[in-house]
């Protein structure tokens, strides 16, 4: 654990080298981006995707209430197992009701990333804090410690990261199966792992990769990448949206209309 | 019968309470209702790099608030007490004479709608807003479980270990979004006075309760929080809640707050996907 930690200061030590060096004149657009007291580029701010990577991460074309879309997936391709892409198929056919996001369920990772709702990104002294407007959804990536010892089902799973240069990694384990990658049916099992690389290329601009492994589902390992844009507005902020899930389960007595708060109002 | 077994219930209930009260005083130091002293005299608060009070960190309520209700008495917190075994929790954060809300009349009868609805209820609406997967709100979070602050030059941001609640404190001096978008967590805007962190919460939607019994506001509800950073592991909080719509005049409510620890928070799903919503349990009231 100590030994960790010391890697982890070298690891730091080195990235603010490495940017040091940056600095000096070496060139790179990343010159230019915002930093924190340490060195590490500052993600703070609020974050947004532009692309149709929630209705389908592969390329598609335009169905009622979908736009069209290029496709993020490298290669453009999901490497499905034959079962599992039987089980896409499957999910497809039935999204309506069998979509997970569609019960309210967290989105999962990384699907909550290109969700069409922007994200803050508050980064600490401590840890990095992803706050979604989407369903409140959170994450904490912890920059000290392992993963926690499984199995853990979280929606959001355990998220662990680290700086390789200017890229912030984050791998993230212990995920719970019933999340899919959007609205298409793309899905995995409870042993998907996934490593995300945040690089700021410029202040305005990350640029995402992901790779996703999940030998249950999946041939082999396979990426996506897209670009996040910072939201410029002035006065920008996150605002809210909940998900009712539950308000549709009760159903009052036929017949019988619930008293309503006005009802209760003096006149 | 009935009115005798729940008289029984009630002094069982506050024998335990006493008992309870005992332990934690005979264990003394740092129980869950260990409360820091404050600083003294001459103690000033550390300051960070930009020159504010430094309260970053984890903290957590030491004021004995149950969020089964917040009103005094052991009235309102009878079935708390028959459930699980739980501590009964006498925390009476109203600053009050009676240590109630100074609801208007029609809101009093509401409010005795709410409750009773606890036991079976018309519809979903009519149930805590928590149960149903919803944002809990302000300030029943801060008795619910730690918070995280970090502080930056143009905003706070609190990290809420319960049911992965957030909210960003802008101190930048911009204005409060137009009055009719509404928030569960309301829009909050701060400034620091002298050791007090100041913050005003406005576009409440006035559908989060202050516990699980149905104590409530309308969207006319305002909230200004005081934060007053009294030692070094201590934060005496007070929150002021005006709405001329619900209640006869404002109200305050005040619990301590203590420093903790750092610990990882990890995710902390409510309902969402973990339960099934079992509604047989939840009886729908017969029509009267």
């Known amino acids: 654990m100590s030994k960790r930690f010391v890697g982890w200061t070298m690891a730091s030590v080195f990235a603010v080298l490495l940017t040091a060096?940056?600095?000096?004149?070496?060139?790179?657009?990343?010159?230019?981006?915002?930093?924190?007291?340490?060195?590490?580029?500052?993600?703070?701010?609020?974050?947004?995707?532009m692309n149709t990577a929630a209705f389908d991460l592969e390329p598609h074309q335009a169905q009622e209430g979908v736009p069209a879309g290029l496709g993020v997936v490298e290669g453009n391709v999901?490497?499905?197992?034959?079962?599992?892409?039987?089980?896409?198929e499957?999910?497809?056919?039935?999204?309506?009701?069998?979509?997970?996001?569609?019960?309210c369920f967290l989105p999962g990772v990384p699907r909550i990333t290109y969700m069409e709702y922007p994200f803050q990104i508050v980064h600490t002294s401590r840890n990095v804090q992803f706050l979604y407007e989407y369903v409140h959804a959170v994450r904490h990536i912890f920059m000290e410690g392992e993963h926690l010892p499984g199995r853990i089902d979280w929606f959001m799973?355990?998220?662990?990261?680290?700086?390789?240069?200017d890229t912030l990694v984050v791998d993230s384990v212990h995920f719970d199966p019933q999340t899919w990658f959007d609205r298409a049916g793309n899905f995995h099992s409870e042993d998907l792992h996934v490593v995300e690389r945040y690089t700021m290329v410029t202040a305005d601009r990350l640029d995402y990769q992901v790779t996703i492994e999940d030998p249950q589902v999946f041939s082999r390992p396979w990426n996506i990448r897209m670009p996040i844009y910072r939201r410029a507005e002035e006065n920008m902020q996150l605002l809210e949206y909940e998900c009712y899930a539950f308000d549709d389960v009760f159903h009052p007595t036929p017949g019988q209309a619930p008293p309503t708060i006005d009802q209760f109002r003096e006149p | 019968m009935k009115r005798r077994l729940m008289a029984s219930i009630r002094a069982i209930a506050a024998t335990?309470?006493?008992?309870?009260?005992?332990?934690?005083?005979?264990?003394?130091?740092?129980?869950?209702?260990?409360?820091?002293?404050?600083?003294?005299?001459?103690?000033t608060p550390?300051?960070?790099?930009?020159?504010?009070?430094?309260?970053?960190?984890?903290?957590?309520?030491?004021?004995?608030?149950?969020?089964?209700?917040?009103?005094?008495?052991?009235?309102?917190?009878?079935?708390?007490?028959?459930?699980?075994?739980?501590?009964?929790?006498?925390?009476?954060?109203?600053?009050?004479?009676?240590?109630?809300?100074?609801?208007?009349?029609?809101?009093?009868?509401f409010a005795d709608f709410l409750h009773e609805q606890h036991?079976?209820?018309?519809?979903?609406?009519?149930?805590?807003?928590?149960?149903r997967g919803l944002l809990e709100g302000l300030p029943r979070l801060h008795y619910q479980g730690a918070m995280e602050i970090y502080q930056f030059p143009d905003y706070i941001s609190v990290s809420y270990a319960y049911g992965h609640a957030y909210r960003i404190i802008y101190t930048d001096g911009r204005p409060h979004p137009p009055s009719n978008v509404k928030l569960w967590m309301g829009d909050s805007r701060g400034h620091w006075e002298g050791d007090t962190f100041v913050s005003e919460v406005t576009n409440l939607n006035g559908q989060a309760w202050f516990d699980i019994v149905g104590s409530f506001s309308t969207d006319a509800l305002t909230m200004v929080e005081r934060w007053k950073f009294s030692g070094p592991e201590r934060i005496d909080y007070e929150v002021t809640m005006t709405d001329p719509n619900a209640y006869r005049e404002p109200w305050t409510m005040g619990m301590v707050l203590a420093k903790t620890e750092?610990?990882?928070?990890?995710?902390?799903e409510v309902w969402e996907g973990t339960v099934i919503a079992d509604t047989d349990s939840l009886s729908i009231r017969p029509p009267q």
């Open chain 1, 21 to 49: 060096g940056q600095a000096a004149g070496q060139g790179t657009a990343a010159a230019n981006i915002p930093r924190t007291a340490d060195g590490t580029p500052d993600l703070s701010g609020i974050w947004q995707v």
């Open chain 1, 78 to 88: 999901i490497p499905y197992l034959p079962e599992a892409l039987e089980q896409r």
């Open chain 1, 90 to 103: 499957m999910n497809r056919a039935n999204r309506d009701t069998l979509d997970p996001e569609t019960k």
């Open chain 1, 157 to 165: 799973g355990d998220s662990r990261g680290r700086w390789e240069g």
């Open chain 2, 16 to 43: 335990a309470a006493v008992l309870s009260l005992v332990t934690t005083v005979t264990i003394g130091g740092q129980g869950r209702n260990f409360q820091p002293p404050a600083g003294g005299p001459d103690w």
């Open chain 2, 46 to 109: 550390p300051l960070n790099a930009y020159g504010d009070p430094d309260i970053e960190g984890r903290w957590t309520e030491r004021s004995d608030i149950t969020t089964y209700s917040i009103q005094a008495g052991l009235d309102d917190r009878d079935e708390h007490t028959q459930i699980g075994g739980q501590r009964p929790q006498l925390g009476e954060p109203i600053m009050t004479p009676d240590k109630k809300i100074p609801y208007l009349p029609w809101a009093a009868t």
């Open chain 2, 119 to 131: 036991y079976g209820a018309w519809t979903g609406a009519y149930l805590d807003p928590v149960s």
């Open chain 2, 262 to 268: 750092y610990e990882e928070m990890w995710p902390s």
